[in-house]
């Protein structure tokens, strides 16, 4: 009788850490209500995909300049979000980089001057050589094992390489130069995955 008294405080201590760290778990990476971190990352990323394809395609058939940012589901960031999901500034980072992606295919696939011509090369210096450099980045996160995701190479972010005032206003040339990436990364990635 005597042995049970002295493993009983070791006995609460060990049910007290298994019944407490899940709680703490939910507190510091601000995600409660039993789901998973990845399943509402997966969820917010997935609503701003959605809501970027949409603007991205009406920017594009208006004719609009190339900005994600103006629009207020981007900034506001918390189109299906539920109290039961935590933190909503986790949840606004997974959106936004959501409606990025999504944005940026769709406007490039509606844009004028983002795709090849009909003789067979691009339109603009800009197109070229995003294209070139996506192909090369894409095929090479593919060999890497990568996941796909060609707004994480930095000439993706820097989006002037090879740029010469020549060519017209920086921005511009940085609009041209990020869909012809996206293309190129699109087929190097998918070619080097076969």
Do not use: W
């Amino acid at each position: 009788m005597l042995k049970v008294y002295r493993y009983f405080p070791m006995l609460l201590l060990a049910v007290g850490v298994c019944v407490a760290t899940p709680a703490c778990a939910d507190q510091l990476y601000g995600y409660g209500g039993g789901r998973s971190a990845r399943d509402i990352e997966r969820r917010a990323y997935d609503y701003g995909y959605r809501e970027g394809l949409e603007e991205g395609q009406n920017d594009a058939r208006r004719g609009r300049d190339f900005s994600y940012q103006r629009h207020d589901e981007f900034r506001d960031a918390d189109r299906g979000f539920r109290r039961s999901d935590g933190d909503i500034n986790l949840y606004r980072r997974s959106f936004r980089s959501g409606f990025q992606t999504g944005y940026s295919e769709s406007y490039n696939r509606y844009a004028r001057s983002s795709y090849p011509s009909n003789r067979g090369g691009f339109r603009s210096p800009a197109a070229e050589n995003g294209y070139r450099d996506g192909i090369e980045a894409g095929r090479s996160d593919a060999h890497d094992r990568a996941r796909f995701d060609p707004i994480r190479a930095r000439r993706y972010r820097e989006g002037d390489h090879d740029y010469d005032s020549r060519y017209g206003a920086r921005e511009d040339y940085k609009r041209e130069y990020r869909g012809a990436f996206e293309q190129g990364y699109r087929e190097g990635y998918g070619a080097a995955r076969r």
